[in-house]
Nanobody, 117 residues
Framework: QVQLVESGGGDVQAGGSLRLSCAAS????????MGWYRQAPGSQRELVAT??????STNYVDSVKGRFTISRDKNTLYLQMNSLKPEDTAVYYC????????????WGQGTQVTVSL
């Protein structure tokens, strides 16, 4: 099992910054990739960014490219969010994807990010 605990959400004005953290514990060695999803009210959950365990390769949804940066330091995943926009308002979820055959994805509890004008 892997446990994920997020922190760092909050309220911010447009143009501001926030950094989300996700502390992972448990069977970390089983994790192939980690990332962040978000879900706005009335919308489907959207993949925001991912990072692989081996190469550290990153991917972003087009709407956050150049503004968000995903990184990982040992057992903690981060999402640095700059130049925030009201449309970034959502609950942000950390997830961890095990290597094939080692179980299903793990999810954090979510942290609210609210961006106001």
């Amino acid at each position: 099992q892997v446990q994920l605990v997020e922190s760092g959400g909050g309220d911010v004005q447009a143009g501001g910054s926030l950094r989300l953290s996700c502390a992972a514990s448990g069977r970390i060695f089983t994790i192939n990739a980690m990332g962040w999803y978000r879900q706005a009210p009335g919308s489907q959950r959207e993949l925001v960014a991912t990072i692989t365990s081996g190469t550290g390769s990153t991917n972003y949804v087009d709407s956050v490219k150049g503004r968000f940066t995903i990184s990982r330091d040992k057992n903690t995943l981060y999402l640095q969010m700059n130049s925030l926009k009201p449309e970034d308002t959502a609950v942000y979820y950390c997830y961890a994807d095990p290597y094939v055959g080692l179980g299903s994805a793990y999810w954090g509890q979510g942290t609210q990010v609210t961006v106001s004008l």
